[in-house]
């Protein structure tokens, strides 16, 4: 009984300290941050890293996006984002990208302006709130499917404002898709909108980044339906001189594939930021 008791105290003692000590781990807080472009508050989830109350310091900021049909919760239900946050010391930003946003600003549609809202909007919420680093060089985008064209398209149309970008299973071209998902009714029909749907498409976006000195990973299963595009993004960058890391590793369009392939972009974008500590913005 004694050795029982003893053994309740330390383990109620250690639950005390856990809750009295909260800046022992990183800190999920949801939020809502407003939009001016499209008239809305939209939520979203931020991870503070553990260092984030240990000191004064400015932390780099990755804003994670997510798919087609998702929403900014969905990848702190997926995956634990803590130990990644404190691992390498980024601020983790899930914003809303709406159901079929596609990261950009549509001509039709006033309620969908995601290119304004992620490029400008957040990023100033998150500097003007948090002790985010307010420059260039620590803001970096990753994304997977939707979220991974959106990731390259932001990085390309704003590279004054982005360091780097990572796409999981991201879709490189819209046509790919242009009878689904929603596309349509964001730009138009592709046969009457022919050049708005190649202008919005990341793989003629990323002409912009020729001489632009970005971070840019692009991963891809082997088995997802975007592999085609994926290979063709490669490709290019190639054919253009774009620094890039390419990966293709067994896999489909699935969360498991997604959740596994965050480490290596965040390894990337560690080694990128320290790399580029004194990069001017």
């Given at each position: 009984?004694?050795?029982?008791?003893?053994?309740?105290?330390?383990?109620?003692?250690?639950?005390?300290?856990?809750?009295?000590?909260?800046?022992?781990?990183?800190?999920?807080?949801?939020?809502?941050?407003?939009?001016?472009?499209?008239?809305?508050?939209?939520?979203?989830?931020?991870?503070?890293?553990?260092?984030?109350?240990?000191?004064?310091?400015?932390?780099?900021?990755l804003?994670?996006?997510?798919?087609?049909?998702?929403?900014?919760?969905?990848?702190?239900?997926?995956?634990?984002?803590?130990?990644?946050?404190?691992?390498?010391?980024?601020?983790?930003?899930?914003?809303d990208?709406?159901?079929?946003?596609?990261?950009?600003?549509?001509?039709?549609?006033?309620?969908?302006?995601?290119?304004?809202?992620?490029?400008?909007?957040?990023?100033?919420?998150?500097?003007?709130?948090?002790?985010?680093?307010?420059?260039?060089?620590?803001?970096?985008?990753?994304?997977?499917?939707?979220?991974?064209?959106?990731?390259?398209?932001?990085?390309?149309?704003h590279?004054?404002?982005?360091?780097?970008?990572?796409?999981?299973?991201?879709?490189?071209?819209?046509?790919?898709?242009?009878?689904?998902?929603?596309?349509?009714?964001l730009?138009?029909?592709?046969?009457?909108?022919?050049?708005?749907?190649?202008?919005?498409?990341?793989?003629?976006?990323?002409?912009?980044?020729?001489?632009?000195?970005?971070?840019?990973?692009?991963?891809?299963?082997?088995?997802?339906?975007t592999?085609?595009?994926?290979?063709?993004?490669?490709?290019?960058?190639?054919?253009?001189?774009?620094?890039?890391?390419?990966?293709?590793?067994?896999?489909?369009?699935?969360w498991?594939?997604?959740?596994?392939?965050?480490?290596?972009h965040?390894?990337?974008?560690?080694?990128?930021?320290?790399?580029?500590?004194d990069?001017?913005?």
């Amino acid at each position: 009984m004694k050795q029982s008791k003893a053994a309740n105290l330390i383990l109620f003692g250690f639950l005390i300290v856990s809750l009295v000590c909260p800046g022992r781990a990183a800190v999920v807080d949801t939020l809502q941050i407003p939009s001016q472009a499209m008239g809305s508050s939209p939520k979203a989830v931020i991870i503070l890293p553990d260092a984030y109350r240990e000191n004064d310091e400015a932390f780099p900021v990755l804003y994670l996006l997510h798919g087609w049909s998702g929403a900014y919760d969905n990848w702190p239900r997926k995956m634990d984002l803590k130990p990644l946050a404190d691992r390498y010391g980024f601020m983790i930003v899930c914003p809303d990208g709406g159901y079929a946003g596609w990261y950009l600003d549509s001509p039709l549609d006033s309620g969908s302006q995601y290119d304004s809202y992620i490029a400008s909007e957040v990023p100033e919420y998150i500097d003007e709130h948090y002790r985010s680093i307010p420059e260039m060089r620590g803001r970096f985008l990753c994304g997977l499917s939707m979220g991974g064209h959106g990731a390259v398209s932001l990085l390309a149309k704003h590279p004054d404002r982005f360091a780097a970008a990572g796409s999981m299973s991201g879709v490189m071209q819209l046509t790919d898709s242009s009878k689904r998902f929603g596309i349509v009714q964001l730009i138009g029909k592709p046969g009457f909108r022919a050049q708005r749907w190649r202008d919005y498409s990341c793989l003629n976006l990323v002409e912009k980044l020729v001489d632009n000195d970005k971070g840019l990973i692009i991963d891809c299963g082997v088995d997802d339906f975007t592999i085609a595009g994926n290979r063709a993004m490669h490709r290019k960058l190639l054919l253009l001189g774009i620094d890039h890391d390419y990966y293709e590793r067994p896999g489909r369009h699935s969360w498991a594939y997604w959740t596994n392939a965050l480490v290596y972009h965040l390894q990337y974008f560690a080694s990128y930021f320290a790399s580029h500590a004194d990069t001017p913005s």
